[in-house]
């Protein structure tokens, strides 16, 4: 079980995008994370007529490692760390370390 999972709000913790906030799109096997709006690359781009695709420059989010980043905690406001907690029927969820509340509900 992942602590951090698509659809998270997460604020970046460290580097050239440091305090910005944004949503998962998609969490990769190697540890990293892509990030909606957050850090943004531009890139050269050739034409392509087949996929129907013009050529220039173009703006693309590039992943993030796990570790730059933390979820966002909408009761303090603030980024948090992520834990685990059994419930009494056997499952387990992910809650915030800081309040204890239970992490997307």
Same mark, same amino acid.
């Given at each position: 079980?992942?602590?951090?999972? @698509? =659809?998270?709000?997460?604020v970046? /913790?460290?580097?050239?995008?440091?305090?910005?906030?944004?949503v $998962?799109?998609?969490?990769f *096997?190697t540890?990293q994370?892509?990030?909606?709006?957050?850090?943004?690359?531009?890139?050269?781009?050739?034409?392509?007529?087949? @996929? =129907?695709?013009?050529?220039?420059? /173009?703006?693309?989010?590039?992943?993030?490692?796990?570790?730059? $980043?933390?979820?966002?905690? *909408?009761?303090?406001?603030?980024?948090?760390?992520?834990?685990?907690?059994?419930?009494?029927?056997?499952?387990?969820?992910?809650?915030?370390?800081?309040?204890?509340?239970?992490?997307?509900?």
């Amino acid at each position: 079980m992942n602590k951090i999972r @698509k =659809g998270d709000e997460i604020v970046v /913790i460290c580097g050239k995008d440091r305090g910005k906030r944004g949503v $998962v799109l998609k969490v990769f *096997p190697t540890g990293q994370v892509l990030v909606d709006g957050v850090n943004v690359v531009k890139k050269h781009q050739k034409p392509n007529p087949l @996929k =129907g695709q013009s050529g220039g420059l /173009i703006e693309k989010s590039m992943p993030l490692d796990v570790s730059n $980043v933390a979820i966002f905690n *909408p009761g303090t406001q603030k980024a948090d760390r992520v834990g685990f907690k059994l419930l009494a029927d056997g499952g387990k969820v992910r809650v915030f370390k800081s309040n204890g509340e239970v992490v997307g509900g």
